[in-house]
């Protein structure tokens, strides 16, 4: 059964930091690259930042040199840190695999005020 646990989302001000955090199964985590998605009201999700089982890492030009995706594959978890965050990063996160499984957790909440 796959599980996904989202947490560490929040509301900041422009400018702030957050750290989220993913707990995956070990049938999601163990062999997949994964990667962290969003989806702001109105709009299609998109993938912000992904890793692959080795550490290698890509992410969207809009979130380049202020997310930082890593894993703990000990603990099966991802993790986004997240600073110089903008308005515009304002949605629901959401991790995953890359390509995502069909099954998605709750999400994470992160509002970024101006």
């Known amino acids: 059964q796959v599980q996904l646990v989202e947490s560490g989302g929040g509301m900041v001000q422009a400018g702030g930091s957050l750290r989220l955090s993913c707990a995956a199964s070990g049938s999601i985590f163990s062999n997949n690259a994964m990667a962290w998605y969003r989806q702001a009201p109105g709009k299609q999700r998109e993938s912000v930042a992904a890793?692959?089982?080795?550490?290698?890492?890509n992410y969207a030009d809009s979130v380049k040199g202020r997310f930082t995706i890593s894993r703990d594959n000990a603990r099966n978890t991802v993790y986004l840190q997240m600073n110089s965050l903008k308005p515009e990063d304002t949605a629901v996160y959401y991790c995953?695999?890359?390509?995502?499984?069909?099954?998605w957790g709750q999400g994470t909440q992160v509002t970024v005020s101006s």
């Open positions: 995953n695999a890359r390509p995502p499984y069909l099954s």
């Open positions: 890793i692959t089982t080795g550490g290698s890492t």
